[in-house]
């Protein structure tokens, strides 16, 4: 886009550093997806604006891993995300609250609606475990995000086919007090996408305390290390034995995962110790400082 361009005239202008956070672009998935407009734009004028920076700032290993394969052998950091908790007041009823009852237990996907995110094969994986006998009676699918290409559409005509449709509930975008309600009301949260930078939607659901499922393209390992997710891959079998084990776990020990997301975020993904390591980069750059532990240079 355009303000690679600018930035890249800047710096030669000025003879000033920039940084650049590919925030997931680079992954495989991504450049493969409208390849040939990006090789476009890389011939053209991207690849010397990210061949010029004086660091890339990749949000987790395997970011980095996917920028040396792109080709690029400029320094880079490696820096999470963040997120700050969630405010405690108290919040109003759900938006799908019309729809379902108290009882209901709800699993929560929230985020653009496009065929990177695998709900495709959420819906099959649905319809799978639904006609296995598993427990799923008491559990309802509610995705809410933004239309991207009619892609909404395509998941709705989905589940009519596959017959979940009583099941699966479509709530459009939630912002505000909307989004802060569905985080407080769901019981579960799920990320079945085939690539991402480092994902804020999985931040938000571990900081409410919420158990996660998710592929290891979500870039968050440690999620599967301190027990606060469970896998699954992007295909609809290993997702519908994502969801058996989900909904066959007692309420005990989903809220025990959701804790140990808690004590996850708060440890590795607080603003101010990723602010701290972000500052330190900076100075590096500019040089002011050393270089920082966060930053590889081969």
């Known amino acids: 886009m355009y303000p690679s361009i600018a930035t890249w005239r800047w710096a030669r202008r000025t003879l000033k550093p920039y940084l650049v956070t590919p925030h997931g672009m680079l992954d495989p998935w991504a450049v493969r997806n409208a390849r040939w407009k990006k090789w476009i734009a890389?011939?053209?004028?991207?690849?010397?604006h990210l061949h010029g920076a004086a660091c890339l700032h990749a949000l987790c290993k395997s970011e980095a891993e996917a920028i040396r394969a792109y080709g690029l052998h400029n320094p880079i950091c490696i820096i999470p995300n963040g997120i700050d908790p969630p405010t405690p007041e108290l919040t109003g009823p759900p938006p799908w609250q019309p729809a379902l009852s108290n009882d209901v237990k709800v699993l929560f996907y929230i985020g653009r609606l496009h065929p990177k995110k695998g709900l495709p094969h959420l819906l099959r994986a649905w319809s799978l475990i639904r006609s296995s006998g598993s427990p799923a009676n008491d559990w309802h699918l509610v995705i809410a995000g933004w239309d991207q290409n009619g892609h909404e559409n395509e998941l709705k005509a989905l589940a009519q086919q596959q017959g979940i449709q009583r099941y699966v509930h479509f709530i459009g975008p939630q912002f505000g007090d909307a989004k802060h309600a569905s985080y407080r009301h769901a019981d579960a949260?799920?990320?079945?996408?085939?690539?991402?930078?480092?994902?804020?939607?999985?931040l938000e659901a571990w900081s409410y305390g919420l158990p996660v499922l998710m592929t290891p393209q979500c870039n968050l390992l440690e999620g599967f290390q301190s027990q606060a997710a469970l896998r699954i891959d992007p295909i609809p079998e290993r997702i519908a034995q994502g969801l058996a084990t989900l909904f066959a776990m007692t309420d005990d020990e989903r809220t025990a995962m959701g804790r140990r997301g808690q004590v996850l975020v708060a440890q590795r993904f607080n603003w101010l110790g990723i602010a701290e390591q972000m500052l330190s980069v900076y100075r590096w750059v500019l040089g002011q400082d050393d270089r920082p532990d966060c930053v590889l240079t081969d």
Request: proline share 10%; net charge negative; hydrophobic share 45%.
């Open 189 to 202: 949260f799920i990320l079945p996408s085939f690539s991402e930078g480092l994902p804020m939607t999985v």
């Open 42 to 48: 890389g011939w053209f004028y991207e690849n010397t």
